[in-house]
T-cell receptor, first 114, second 109 residues
Framework: IAGITQAPTSQILAAGRRMTLRCTQD?????MYWYRQDLGLGLRLIHY???????GKGEVPDGYSVSRANTDDFPLTLASAVPSQTSVYFC?????????????FGPGTRLTVL | GQNIDQPTEMTATEGAIVQINCTYQ??????LFWYQQHAGEAPTFLSY??LDGLEEKGRFSSFLSRSKGYSYLLLKELQMKDSASYLC??????????WGAGTKLIIKP
C-alpha cells in the first residue's frame, strides 16, 4: 500500500512557467488537500476537495488551481510561477473531511522558482 | 484572526521528559491535533484531543483545556529519534486545520 504519492520530488522552475504537481492516493479517501510549508510559518492550506468533483479555496489560493476528476488524483497547477511560490508542497488526504478526521500526508514536493 | 502559538525550539536530554505547549485562538473549535515531522519528511499524526483532559499513548501524552485555549504534548523517556518538529493544529468551525509553525525539539545525549 503506497498511501499518498507526490511527483516530482523536487523541481527547479523558471518564473513564468506553468507547472503541475501531482498527487495520488490509494486509500479511497474522499477528502484531499494541498498545503505549502515555508520556514517559520505553519502549513497553509491552498485548496481542498471534500469529494470527487468538488473543490474549495483555502487560505492562500491565489496563483494556484486544482481539479478533482476522480477520487484518487488531486493535481495542483501553478499557471505562471513566481519566486514567492518557492516552497515545499504537501498533499494530504482524509477519509471524509469531517470533524474527527485525521489527515495523512504525502512526502512533499520541493519547488524552487527562479 | 486565527492564531496558533508554539515555542520555536526546545532542547532536552535523552531519557528525560519534555512538555511542548500550544495556545490557540480560532474561529470555532472542532479538535486539536499534534503531528511529528522529521526534517525533510512529511508530518505524521500523533494525537487528537476534542474533550478536556489528558490522552495517553505510550511515551506520548496530549492534554487539552478548551476554556484556556491551551494544549501540551508530553514526551517521556526521550530517545534520539524523537528529535523532530512537533506541529500543533486546530480544526476550526469550517473543519479546516489551522497550523502552528511547529516546535523544533533537539535531543542531546
Amino acid at each position: 500500500i503506497a498511501g499518498i504519492t507526490q511527483a516530482p520530488t523536487s523541481q527547479i522552475l523558471a518564473a513564468g512557467r506553468r507547472m503541475t504537481l501531482r498527487c495520488t492516493q490509494d486509500m479511497r479517501h474522499n477528502a484531499m488537500y494541498w498545503y505549502r510549508q515555508d520556514l517559520g510559518l505553519g502549513l497553509r492550506l491552498i485548496h481542498y476537495s471534500n469529494t470527487a468533483g468538488t473543490t474549495g479555496k483555502g487560505e492562500v489560493p491565489d496563483g494556484y488551481s486544482v481539479s478533482r476528476a476522480n477520487t484518487d488524483d488531486f493535481p495542483l497547477t501553478l499557471a505562471s510561477a513566481v519566486p514567492s511560490q518557492t516552497s515545499v508542497y504537501f498533499c494530504a488526504s482524509s477519509p471524509s473531511g469531517g470533524a474527527t478526521d485525521t489527515q495523512y500526508f504525502g512526502p512533499g514536493t520541493r519547488l524552487t522558482v527562479l | 484572526g486565527q492564531n496558533i502559538d508554539q515555542p520555536t525550539e526546545m532542547t532536552a536530554t535523552e531519557g528525560a521528559i519534555v512538555q511542548i505547549n500550544c495556545t490557540y485562538q480560532t474561529s470555532g473549535f472542532n479538535g486539536l491535533f499534534w503531528y511529528q515531522q522529521h526534517a525533510g519528511e512529511a508530518p505524521t499524526f500523533l494525537s487528537y484531543n476534542v474533550l478536556d483532559g489528558l490522552e495517553e499513548k505510550g511515551r506520548f501524552s496530549s492534554f487539552l483545556s478548551r476554556s484556556k485555549g491551551y494544549s501540551y504534548l508530553l514526551l517521556k523517556e526521550l530517545q534520539m529519534k524523537d528529535s523532530a518538529s512537533y506541529l500543533c493544529a486546530v480544526r476550526d468551525s469550517n473543519y479546516q486545520l489551522i497550523w502552528g509553525a511547529g516546535t523544533k525539539l533537539i535531543i542531546k545525549p
